[in-house]
C-alpha cells in the first residue's frame, strides 16, 4: 500500500487554450496538512475541483486511497470538500441540512449531528434558517457539511472565507486535529501568513503549475 492518500501525475485541466492546471505531480501523505497559495486565477480550485471529483481532467492520472481512474468512484465517500460557496438548503435549519447529508452517509443519529453543530459552533443557531445566517454562519455550516463522515481526505476552498479571527483560529486547530487522527486536508487560502502558521506542506502554484 502506497504511503500516499492521493497522487497525482501529469495533471492538466484546460479550458479552451488555457492550461488552469499544467502537469501537475503531487503526492499527499497522511497526517498531513497541504497549503495551497497563489494569485487569483493561479488554478488553485480547479486543482482541488479535480481531486474531489467535480471537474474532470483534461489530462494526467489521480491516484486515491489505491484506486485511479474510473474505479475513483468506490472511494468517493472518503473525501469531502468545502468548494466555494457551500451548498446550503436555504429554507432549512442547521441542523436539517445536516440530516439531510448524514442520510446520504447512513447515518440517523441526532447525537452525531449535535456534536458536528458543537465543533462547528453552530451549537446556539436553533431552528433559524439558512437562509438568515451570516456569511461565517454559512461557512461553518459548510465545514461542518464537509465533516460527516468523517472523511480520510479533507478538502477546504478559502476554509477561513467571511470568519471572524477566533474563526480563524479554530479553522487551524480544526485541521491539526484532523491531520493528527492520521487522515490528511488540503486547503487554500490568499493569506499567506494564515497558511504557513497552518499547513506542515506549502503548495505554491503559479499559472497552473507548482
Ligand atoms: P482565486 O484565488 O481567484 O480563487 P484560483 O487559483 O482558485 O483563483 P481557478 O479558479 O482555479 O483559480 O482558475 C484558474 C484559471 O482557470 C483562471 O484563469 C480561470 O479563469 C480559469 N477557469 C476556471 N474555471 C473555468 C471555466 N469553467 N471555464 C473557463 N475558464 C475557467
Request: net charge positive; proline share 2%.
Amino acid at each position: 500500500m502506497s504511503e500516499y492518500l492521493l497522487s497525482t501525475s501529469g495533471l492538466t485541466k484546460q479550458f479552451g487554450h488555457h492550461k488552469a492546471v499544467n502537469n501537475v505531480d503531487l503526492h499527499v501523505k497522511k497526517g498531513a496538512i497541504y497549503g495551497f497559495i497563489g494569485r487569483n486565477g493561479a488554478g488553485k480550485t480547479t486543482f482541488l475541483k479535480m481531486i474531489s471529483g467535480l471537474s474532470k481532467p483534461t489530462d494526467g492520472e489521480i491516484q486515491m486511497f489505491g484506486y485511479r481512474n474510473e474505479e475513483l468512484k468506490n472511494v468517493r465517500s472518503r473525501i469531502s470538500c468545502l468548494i466555494e460557496a457551500p451548498g446550503i438548503y436555504g429554507n432549512m435549519s442547521a441542523y436539517h441540512n445536516l440530516a439531510i447529508k448524514c442520510r446520504l452517509f447512513g447515518i440517523n443519529d441526532s447525537k452525531y449531528i449535535e456534536n458536528i453543530l458543537k465543533i462547528v459552533g453552530l451549537s446556539e443557531v436553533g431552528k433559524k434558517k439558512t437562509k438568515h445566517f451570516s456569511l461565517g454562519m454559512k461557512q461553518r455550516l459548510g465545514i461542518g457539511l464537509a465533516l460527516v463522515g468523517e472523511p480520510d481526505l479533507l478538502v477546504l476552498d478559502e476554509p477561513i472565507n467571511g470568519l471572524d479571527p477566533e474563526g480563524v483560529k479554530w479553522v487551524r486547530d480544526l485541521c491539526r486535529y484532523y491531520a493528527a487522527q492520521g487522515r490528511a486536508v488540503l486547503l487554500s487560502s490568499h493569506l499567506m501568513s494564515e497558511v504557513a502558521l497552518t499547513a506542515d506542506n506549502l503548495v505554491i502554484i503559479g499559472q497552473g503549475r507548482i
